[in-house]
């Protein structure tokens, strides 16, 4: 499984940006697809997931200001980010749960990841 992402960048407070990633490879079906960061000194942590039956969630910290959607026929998943303040700064990694057989357990795979800077 590869998973190709883009969309990071330098943005001031209170600004947007959009990050985008689509998956390919050996896989049968996806489970879902999310982000993750890691901030500056701290480990990483869950953004959002889209599970492939729609149901979206948000860690707490960005509920209301990051929102996620998927393009299934791409295999993609994007990450809409508003409001954008300084403590988002960090590597943004995009996630997949997928299936290699029908049936089978999901395998979970992490991206390179993109920066995100959020600096005036």
């Known amino acids: 499984v590869q998973l190709q992402a883009s969309g990071g960048g330098l943005v001031h407070p209170g600004g947007s940006l959009r990050l985008s990633c689509t998956a390919s490879?050996?896989?049968?079906?996806?489970?879902?697809m999310g982000w993750y960061r890691q901030l500056p000194g701290q480990q990483r942590e869950w953004v959002a997931v889209?599970?492939?039956?729609?149901?979206?969630n948000y860690a707490d910290s960005v509920k209301g200001r990051f929102g996620i959607s998927r393009d299934y026929a791409k295999n993609s998943v994007y990450l809409q980010m508003d409001s954008l303040q300084s403590e988002d700064t960090g590597v943004y990694y995009c996630?997949?749960?997928?299936?290699?057989?029908?049936?089978?357990?999901?395998?979970?795979?992490w991206g390179q990841g993109t920066q995100v800077t959020v600096s005036s």
């Open positions: 996630h997949i749960s997928y299936r290699i057989r029908s049936g089978g357990t999901p395998r979970d795979y």
């Open positions: 490879g050996n896989f049968v079906s996806i489970a879902a």
């Open positions: 889209q599970v492939s039956g729609g149901a979206k």
